[in-house]
């Protein structure tokens, strides 16, 4: 066998190789038309964001102050208003200035799976970080930490968990809610009867109509729904925190470039110092009227998450 030497190809060559190799391709169907994006990236959320020129955002109905329907009947909180930060930049990054929002109403139940089959590119709500959910999903920084605790009448009687034997708990089905107090339970053998509720507004719903004596939720949902009730000096929010719940913006799984865009955007809020304003205007007291100072573990939280460019 005889060995090729100084075997090289000319500019001309490679072209023509290219050009040969693009063709087949397009023959065989395999190359998809892909928009162009703004920098070099590999993200299949961005690419079918600029491709339909539109970013849907899963938000809340009832998730008071973080994401709910607000007096003009469009979605405002909290965690919208961060969202809307990141759709900013991501306009950017993609270079579509007019690039549009899709609001899609979300539950509990439904935010995960909308998630997961590509519906949602970003869920604005008030959704707990935790590793069995990341299995599925990916979540932004911490924007907000709370926990498991029971709104109750202000006659029952009640102050923990224990005091709740064998009575009927609301809870939002398939929330960390739901699984704090059927492990509370279950540790000290209450008996508690678990009322699955759609969402926040349906389990308090049932509260306030006495179909359950508590309703367990995060506590600051909790504090929000009693403020807009008919009634908010009849009931009380009471017990230690049942869970530790730490929220996150969810995004679509495996893709660090989109979601680089979105920690960039909430660690340039933390440093700056506007994130912390934007607590205060929805916290203290807030069109919500929840009257929740900025904890010392939340400003914690936004330090170590301020992270340098």
Not at 61 to 73: L, M, R, V
Not at 79 to 103: A, H, N, Q, S, Y
Not at 192 to 197: E, K, Q, S, T, Y
Not at 271 to 281: E, F, K, N, V
Request: with cysteine.
């Amino acid at each position: 066998m005889t060995k090729q030497k100084n075997a090289r190809f000319t500019v001309e060559d490679i072209m023509n190789i290219k050009a040969i190799l693009m063709a087949a391709a397009c023959a065989a169907g395999v190359v998809s038309a892909r928009p162009a994006l703004a920098e070099d990236t590999d993200s299949f959320v961005l690419e079918r964001i600029k491709e339909r020129g539109v970013i849907n955002i899963g938000y809340r109905e009832s998730s008071i102050p973080f994401s709910y329907i607000g007096a003009d009947n469009k979605p405002v909180g909290y965690t919208i208003d961060l969202c809307m930060l990141i759709v900013e930049d991501i306009k950017k990054v993609i270079d579509v200035p007019d690039l549009k929002v899709g609001f899609i109403p979300v539950t509990g139940q439904t935010r995960i799976p909308l998630m997961a089959n590509g519906t949602l590119d970003m869920e604005c709500g008030s959704t707990t970080n935790n590793l069995t959910r990341s299995q599925q999903v990916d979540y932004l920084a911490v924007t907000f930490i709370t926990g498991t605790k029971l709104a109750v009448r202000r006659d029952s009687g009640v102050h923990e968990i224990e005091d709740m034997s064998g009575m009927p708990i609301a809870v939002a089905q398939g929330t960390t809610n739901e699984r704090a107090v059927k492990r509370a339970s279950d540790v000290a053998a209450l008996d508690i009867r678990i009322v699955n509720v759609k969402d926040l507004s349906q389990g308090w719903l049932a509260l306030e109509t006495g179909r359950v004596d508590a309703f367990a939720g995060d506590s600051v949902m909790l504090y929000g729904l009693r403020s807009k009730s008919k009634n908010p000096e009849d009931f009380e929010v009471v017990g230690r925190f049942l869970s530790y719940d730490p929220y996150g913006i969810m995004v679509p799984r495996n893709d660090s470039t989109f979601r680089l865009i979105g920690n960039k955007t909430l660690a340039t809020l933390m440093r700056s110092g506007d994130l912390q304003a934007l607590y205060t205007h929805w916290f203290e007291p807030g069109p919500a009227d929840i009257n929740m100072p900025l904890s010392d573990t939340l400003q914690t939280a936004f330090e170590i998450q301020a992270l340098p460019e």
